[in-house]
T-cell receptor
Framework: DTAVSQTPKYLVTQMGNDKSIKCEQNLGHDTMYWYKQDSKKFLKIMFSYNNKELIINETVPNRFSPKSPDKAHLNLHINSLELGDSAVYFCASSQGASNQPQHFGDGTRLSIL | KQEVTQIPAALSVPEGENLVLNCSFTDSAIYNLQWFRQDPGKGLTSLLL?????REQTSGRLNASLDKSSGRSTLYIAASQPGDSATYLC????????FGAGTRLTVKP
């Protein structure tokens, strides 16, 4: 069973569109995250979400919004896509505070035409 | 701004060698440090998480250490195998999960 699953694996779309990436974890974790990995393979955290508390990296544009319908899901919605949004987006989850390891999904490669 | 640096950026070794990957951080208040491996087209796999009180963690052929005073963590891989080829990343969970740029390891058969 996949612990953290993301869909779709690949997403190709045009500039200006709105898209969503889904993430589900079956580990029973209470904290979920979204990361962006740019072309230089550098990973940066975008959001963390725990018990209805959302922590946002201040560098993330407000076109990006996470939505959590329940504890097992944290979906990423992106409005008005731009060329610079092309990257691989990773979802992760952990139980509780930072002294617990995070488990990552396989990533979603987003390409903006 | 707290930084995490990994050296070298790439490393190639013959199979069977022992090797050390380095991670440096500027956050003197670091509490935990986590090591991951990333395979091409895949997410990150957590290898070891070290709490500052532990200083060292071992899992199989992997051993990670944390030295807050020097601002360094090392990941030691014993008897390397071709299956160890991947990019290894260190990160500070308490510093917005700040990652290093990674070390790309190639183990040649």
């Amino acid at each position: 069973d996949t612990a953290v699953s993301q869909t779709p694996k690949y997403l190709v779309t045009q500039m200006g569109n709105d898209k969503s990436i889904k993430c589900e974890q079956n580990l029973g974790h209470d904290t979920m995250y979204w990361y962006k990995q740019d072309s230089k393979k550098f990973l940066k955290i975008m959001f963390s979400y725990n018990n209805k508390e959302l922590i946002i990296n201040e560098t993330v544009p407000n076109r990006f919004s996470p939505k959590s319908p329940d504890k097992a899901h944290l979906n990423l919605h992106i409005n008005s896509l731009e060329l610079g949004d092309s990257a691989v987006y990773f979802c992760a989850s952990s139980q509780g505070a930072s002294n617990q390891p995070q488990h990552f999904g396989d990533g979603t490669r987003l390409s903006i035409l | 701004k707290q930084e995490v640096t990994q050296i070298p950026a790439a490393l190639s070794v013959p199979e069977g060698e022992n090797l050390v990957l380095n991670c440096s951080f500027t956050d003197s208040a670091i509490y935990n440090l986590q090591w991951f491996r990333q395979d091409p087209g895949k997410g990150l796999t957590s290898l070891l998480l070290i709490q500052s009180s532990q200083r060292e963690q071992t899992s199989g052929r992997l051993n990670a250490s944390l030295d807050k005073s020097s601002g360094r963590s090392t990941l030691y891989i014993a008897a390397s195998q071709p299956g160890d080829s991947a990019t290894y990343l260190c990160a500070e969970p308490d510093n917005d999960m700040r990652f290093g740029a990674g070390t790309r390891l190639t183990v040649k058969p």
